[in-house]
């Protein structure tokens, strides 16, 4: 079955440093998106991705965080300067098609960890 | 930000009893719901949806009930197994666009044996 592949599963980090975070969605998807949760929190929204722009992003997606399709299968997220709240599982998720339901399938998950 | 939301943190279920997880939402716009499993370690599972224009969908022993009034719904399991212990989150998608998901703060289910 296809599925969404994130890498790396765990990075620990220093504050300050820049972090990038890869993801390869599933190959006939053509939106992609990010979330996080923070540890004992819900799942929230930080970024859509389509057609090589961000269609959309949430309050949290400041000018701190940034994300790239830099070839046709990775999709990355980029944290310039990491703060300790930044600590959290990221997922990467891509879908089909926005309409319907939109399902939405997601990967394992990048676990960051900024010291 | 609170449109989508599940008051209940933790649920206990006997195996082969019925599980009932709830979730209330906000916003009237949202026209699909949908529930997703999250095992620790792993991202979250598509497990069922809803359009809004239905109040019930049934897959196996998974059905989830629209309360549309009441703006509720819920995920019923039957019969519950062990292998169902896991992070249900309800998670609710906007009109139009490339609309996102929206996720409640999840439920953690435990079936006893």
């Known amino acids: 079955e296809p599925e969404v592949t994130q890498t790396p599963s765990h990075q620990v980090t220093q504050m300050g440093q820049e972090v990038i975070l890869r993801c390869v969605p599933i190959?006939?998807?053509?939106?992609f998106y990010w979330y996080r949760q923070i540890l004992g929190q819900k799942v929230e929204f930080l970024v859509s991705f389509y057609n090589n722009e961000i269609s959309e992003k949430s309050e949290i997606f400041d000018d701190q965080f940034s994300v790239e399709r830099p070839d046709g299968s990775n999709f990355t997220l980029k944290i310039r300067s990491t703060k300790l709240e930044d600590s959290a599982m990221y997922f990467c998720a891509s879908s089909e098609r926005p309409s319907g339901a939109n399902v939405l399938t997601f990967g394992a998950g990048s676990r960051l960890t900024v010291l | 930000d609170q449109q989508v939301k599940q008051n209940s943190p933790s649920l206990s279920v006997q195996e082969g009893r019925i599980s009932i997880l709830n979730c209330d939402y906000t916003n009237s716009m949202f026209d699909y719901f949908l529930w997703y499993k999250k095992y620790p370690a792993e991202g979250p599972t598509f497990l069922i949806s809803i359009s809004s224009i239905k109040d019930k969908n049934e897959d196996g022993r998974f059905t989830v009930f629209l309360n549309k009034s009441a703006k509720h719904l819920s995920l019923h399991i039957v019969p519950s197994q062990p292998g169902d212990s896991a992070v249900y989150f309800c998670?609710?998608?906007?009109?139009?666009?490339?609309?996102?998901?929206?996720f409640g703060a999840g439920t953690r289910l435990a079936v006893h044996p």
């Open positions: 998670a609710a998608r906007g009109t139009g666009g490339y609309n996102k998901l929206i």
């Open positions: 190959s006939n998807h053509l939106y």
